[in-house]
């Protein structure tokens, strides 16, 4: 059980293109989803925290109009890097739990976005 | 927001060679979980660790809790290439968001 997909697994994309990424739990309900970003050889990053039916909550740092949160459902969230630039080339990892305040997150396999 | 300091930052040993990574923290954990993830894929929960003093056993995985619950240790036994990863300690904060400390990447040559 608690299994979470993410898709695609794998993307690139020119330069100024906006590209999504979904995040499902498939075996759960999961009120919360948590994105992150990883690059080369450093650890996960929290990018922004999305309740299902609310607007998600950004860390610090992290632009919300480039980087569009949806959760409109109890398993499915989806991240939008709008105008994409190579700077933003990362593998993204969601995760979900079942409610905010528990110690279980699980995660999904992670996405790479390459951007050209 | 406390900061997990994890050492060392990398690792590389022999197949059948003892490994110990550490995490600590200035501050006390409330939990502690330990994640391993391999290139290309996303962190697979090892164990959570709660009470202080704490020792749980992951076939040839130990981890422990320090007494004061701000120290925490893995310690691999006879490692094998299996166990080659990057291996992240998190904590969960007040607001049920995890914090991961920076990892330590661990490579094991047959």
């Known amino acids: 059980g608690a299994v979470v997909s993410q898709h695609p697994s794998w993307v690139i994309c020119k330069s100024g293109t906006s590209v999504k990424i979904e995040c499902r739990s498939l075996?759960?309900?999961?009120?919360?989803m948590f994105w992150y970003r990883q690059f080369p050889k450093q650890s996960l990053m929290l990018m922004a925290t999305?309740?299902?039916?609310?607007?998600?909550?950004?860390e610090q740092g992290v632009e919300k109009d480039k980087f569009l949160i949806n959760h409109a459902s109890l398993t499915l969230s989806t991240l939008t890097v709008t105008s994409a630039h190579p700077e933003d080339s990362s593998f993204y990892i969601c995760?979900?739990?079942?409610?905010?305040?528990?110690?279980?997150?699980?995660f999904g396999p992670g996405t790479r976005l390459t951007v050209l | 927001t406390q900061l997990l300091k994890q050492s060392p930052q990398f690792l590389s040993i022999q197949e059948g060679e003892n490994l110990t990574v550490y995490c600590n923290s200035s501050?006390?954990?409330?939990?502690l979980q330990w994640y391993r993830q391999e290139p290309g894929e996303g962190p697979v929960l090892l164990v959570t660790v709660v009470t202080g003093g704490e020792v749980k056993k992951l076939k040839r995985l130990t981890f422990q809790f320090g007494d004061a619950r701000k120290d925490s240790s893995l310690h691999i036994t006879a490692a094998q290439p299996g166990d080659t990863g990057l291996y992240l300690c998190?904590?969960?904060?007040?607001?049920?968001?995890?914090?991961f400390g920076a990892g330590t990447q661990v490579v094991v040559t047959p």
């Open positions: 075996d759960f309900q999961a009120t919360t």
């Open positions: 995760s979900a739990g079942g409610w905010v305040f528990t110690d279980t997150q699980y």
């Open positions: 999305s309740n299902e039916g609310s607007k998600a909550t950004y």
């Open positions: 998190a904590e969960t904060d007040s607001w049920g968001k995890l914090q």
């Open positions: 501050s006390v954990f409330s939990s």
